[in-house]
């Protein structure tokens, strides 16, 4: 079975980075911690230690120190679950999840699983079933369907479902070698730009300007991630774009967050301005939503030129699938994850994984990229762009191996993390907060804003220090 050592070894080989870089990370702990039959500890350890080496590489970049960096599995597990474990006032958060959200029987013995967390998502499966807001209602016209046909159906009107399939299905279905041909993480040139390096700085991403245009666990991660080694991360959202608000709380920490109404002249302007004045831009719209509004990755080229433009979706833009919305959740189902959990459980229908370990190592994943693209950017110039998939990531998750008696670990209980977590200010409340798990000698990781909502700052950039006034 492959160490978290060499999974991490493997991720920076993909990217060409230079093997030295990694000589002083220490990654400590056996596994499992949490209770899975997949390697989601060692996935979380191996991505979060990979960007940790990234920032610090961008630190001795500018003329900062090399600097030992550790991440504990443990430490790494919990960061995975941040979105569960946050506290406001002391309290949980309710219930990530729609009454009729999760995974149903159909008449054909299959299993679908419903992602209706957003209400047009709700009301349409709701339309396609005709049939009341109540999770009996549901499963009893789930009942008289086909599931593979329910699927489709879904996929045509726009809605997030998934048939639970096995591994060998999986890898029968027409969109599976598209995903297996895809990089990990993808990076390209899309335009010329001369070469640009980060100034002097207190902190390895100081003074970097990062656009987030995402939501929900994956793309927001990205953007949390570049934020704890100093990243200026603005978070923009149109008003009429739904979000969870549990989840905008964890992954909120770091950045400054603004409302920008695309479908607004002003607004698109405003978008204009920031994109001009970033080095990043984080999206995670479905394939081809931001191209259509004047926002895709060329036009930002030559708005910006050596942007580096990250894009993170559910099932790539290519392929019989490409373009397909979809969640970690559903993701999970499709593609054997939850068929092949609960055999190794013993149980009679899917089993998810112990967290969001799609959504996390997606985020991390692209923000590797992020990092590499600036370390080519700084060396030649250009501009770029980075893809990753959730269901790409599913397809290295399981190239990980197994754990024979992974579903042994305890699962963890709500209290467990109360002594571990950063209290601190915010503008919800006192906020209880899972710390980083990448521990820095020189640079060590932190979040300097306090999450707040949407709409709380300007859609402008803070002021940068020294050569990068403006």
Known sequence: MTAPRDILAGLWRSLDLPAAALDRVALAGSEPVLPSSFRVDAAAQATI?????????????????????????RAAAAEFLSERLVRVDGAAPRDLWDRIAGAYRCGDGRWVRLHTNFAHHRDGVLRLLGCANDRDAVAKALASRQAEAFETAA?????????????????AHAHAAAIAAAPLVAVRRIGPAPPETLPPAARPLGGLRVLDLTRIIAGPVCGRALAAHGADVLRAIGPDVPTIAALDIDSGRGKLSAMVDLGSDAGREAMRG???????????????????RGFGSDAVAALRPGIVYASLSAYGAD???????????????????????????????????????????SGYLLALGVLASLDRRAAEGGSWRVDVSLARTAHWLRGLGRLERGLEAPAPQAGDPADALEVGPSTYGLLG??????????????????????????????????????
């Open 274 to 292: 920031l994109m001009r004045a970033a080095d990043v831009v984080v999206q995670s719209y479905r394939p081809g939503a931001l191209q259509a």
């Open 155 to 171: 996929t045509e009107a726009g809605m997030v479902v998934a048939m639970m399939r096995r591994f060998a299905e999986w890898d």
């Open 49 to 73: 230690a990979a960007v940790a080496a990234a920032a610090a590489l961008a630190w001795r970049r500018r003329d900062g120190a090399a600097q030992d960096i550790a991440v504990g599995l």
């Open 319 to 361: 392929g019989p699938w490409g373009g397909k919305r979809g969640f970690d959740s559903l993701v999970q189902t499709a593609m054997g994850f939850n068929h092949a959990e609960g055999e190794a459980a013993g149980v009679d229908g899917p089993k998810p994984l112990p967290c969001q370990a799609l959504d996390h190592a």
């Open 433 to 470: 907060a899972v710390p980083h798990a990448a521990r820095l000698s020189a640079t060590p990781a932190r979040w300097e804003r306090p999450s707040a909502p949407f709409g709380t700052h300007p859609p402008a950039w803070p002021a940068r220090a020294g050569a990068w006034a403006c």
